[in-house]
């Protein structure tokens, strides 16, 4: 035995634990009323980053998550769970069945109601399938409506045939504590992708990608967007027909008096 190296604490026992109870659990989630929810359903991943930069906050959208399937679109309140590296006086992975099974990653889903998002940390891993068949059937089953994941998921064959929306960076046969992570604490904040997400915040994910819309903020992201689809299906009908460029996107002072026209020629206030 080299001389130099560490004498191991304890090299025949299991070592010292910290005084950490797994899971951690960030407490009740504050979701969105369903009317909001609702006003939201209409609103684009890409208007409501554009929007949201207009008001101020720029670090919305989610990079790297796709959709699995073209086509995809949810808005709902957020769950979030986050992955933390494995360390091996805390939670390595072995014992997998028992571990997981009493760790973040069963426990999230029994906070779901009808409506809710998935949100995962998990830094990108392509070694670690942070979801599979069954626990995305049960999370289906609960009424969640889609999962936008940081990371891999597993059992890709059968999960599509679910039909849930799932943004992903991917797939891998390994399941969540196979590797370098373990599912540590759900309902907390989390880093999806270097963007900050706090339960009970809203996603708006579709074909564009996956954005966050702090819960605070989307009632007024909600009155301002309806002003901006509305000049925008204006500019395109104009542009359609031939228009300028400068003048109908975004509008001049020229367009937009001719846009107050045209709302209320058609009804609008």
């Not at 670090?59 to 769970?81: D, E, F, H, M």
């Not at 830094?123 to 059937?137: N, S």
């Not at 301002?224 to 509305?230: N, Y």
């Amino acid at each position: 035995m080299d001389p130099n190296m560490p004498t191991p604490v304890s090299p025949n026992g299991s070592l010292p634990r910290p005084d950490i109870a797994l899971p951690i659990h960030g407490g009740e989630v504050v979701r969105a009323d369903d009317a909001l929810i609702e006003r939201l359903q209409g609103v684009s991943s890409a208007t409501a980053s554009a929007m949201l930069h207009k008001m101020g906050i720029r670090q919305t959208y989610i990079q790297g998550p796709v959709p699995a399937t073209g086509g995809s679109k949810i808005v709902g309140s957020i769950l979030t769970l986050q992955f933390m590296p494995q360390r091996e006086d805390i939670a390595s992975g072995i014992a997998q069945e028992y571990s997981e099974k009493y760790s973040a990653l069963w426990a999230v889903f029994e906070t779901t109601r009808p409506g809710d998002v998935l949100a995962i940390q998990a830094f990108g891993d392509p070694f670690t399938g942070v979801l599979g068949e069954m626990l995305i059937t049960y999370f289906q089953a609960k009424g969640g409506i889609g999962v936008v994941a940081d990371g891999y998921i597993r059992d890709w064959p059968r999960v599509q045939k679910l039909g849930l929306p799932v943004w992903t960076r991917g797939f891998t046969p390994n399941y969540a504590s196979q590797a370098g992570l373990f599912p540590w604490a759900y309902n907390v904040p989390i880093a999806c992708s270097r963007v900050l997400v706090l339960p009970g915040d809203i996603m708006i994910a579709d074909d564009d990608g996956a954005v966050v819309i702090p819960r605070l903020v989307a009632p007024l992201l909600a009155q301002h967007v309806v002003d901006h689809e509305d000049w925008e299906a204006f500019s395109r009908i104009r542009m359609a027909q031939g228009g300028d460029l400068k003048k109908y996107y975004p509008l001049s002072d020229e367009g937009r008096q001719e846009y107050e026209a045209w709302r209320a020629a058609n009804g609008s206030t």
